[in-house]
């Protein structure tokens, strides 16, 4: 069964705060993405990484991809209340994507 | 254009009875998958339908169950609901391809079920 955890499960800091969430697992993905969601809505997909070691980013946020594309990685440079939201990386494998568990970010002003 | 579109919103049930959810993908795009999204478990996948053909299945048990039509909306129904079925139920469709799941995810704002 192939599983991605992500850490830590919660994270509250203030703003202008750096923060890095991770996504790892001992299986092999073709690719890997984040998503990002808000109270009431449906995930919204951030980045899609497909490289070992491929590095994306998109505006204060950082993506990584990693070698062996078992892990990757999100940081976010400081943050701001709108960063607020439940952060879900997906792994690409067997014709399926599998969630993490999420990332419950709260940023305060 | 549209994006998808998830019926109903919000429903109650009770221990042992069945509900249908159902789902519009956006126009054109021919794969819809379901998950389960609960505080505990994350989002689990259910299921994957492509051109109305089971593409993909998780570890569910029989009693949850889906369907795609011609055009493309699909529908899932969970039988002798139990209380652990509370959660919030997600659509998300994409253009996909025939043989291999890719591209991004396009998620409704999901149906959340309370069972009772």
């Known amino acids: 069964t192939q599983l991605l955890e992500q850490s830590p499960q919660f994270l509250s800091i203030q703003e202008g705060e750096n923060l890095t969430v991770y996504c790892n697992s001992s299986?092999?993905?073709?690719?890997l993405q984040w998503y990002r969601q808000e109270p009431g809505e449906g995930p919204v997909l951030l980045v899609t990484v497909v490289t070992g070691g491929e590095v994306k980013k998109l505006k204060r946020l950082t993506f990584q991809f990693g070698d062996a594309r078992k892990d990757s990685s999100l940081h976010i440079t400081a943050a701001q209340p709108g960063d607020t939201g439940l952060y879900l990386c997906?792994?690409?494998?067997?014709?399926?994507?599998?969630f993490g568990q999420g990332t419950e970010l709260s940023v305060k002003p | 254009k549209a994006g998808v579109t998830q019926t109903p919103r919000y429903l109650i049930k009770t221990r042992g009875q069945q509900v249908t959810l159902s789902c519009s993908p956006i126009s054109g795009h021919r794969s819809v998958s379901w998950y389960q999204q609960t505080p505990g478990q994350g989002l689990q996948f259910l299921f994957e339908?492509?051109?109305?053909?089971?593409?993909n299945k998780g570890n569910f048990p029989g009693r949850f169950s889906g369907r795609q039509f011609s055009n493309s909306r699909s529908e899932m129904n969970v039988s002798t609901l139990e209380l652990g079925d509370s959660a919030l139920y997600l659509c998300a469709s994409s253009s996909g391809t025939s043989g291999r799941y890719t591209g991004e995810l396009f998620f409704g704002e999901g149906s959340r079920l309370t069972v009772l």
């Open positions: 339908y492509f051109s109305e053909t089971q593409r």
């Open positions: 299986s092999v993905f073709s690719s």
């Open positions: 997906a792994g690409e494998g067997r014709g399926k994507l599998i």
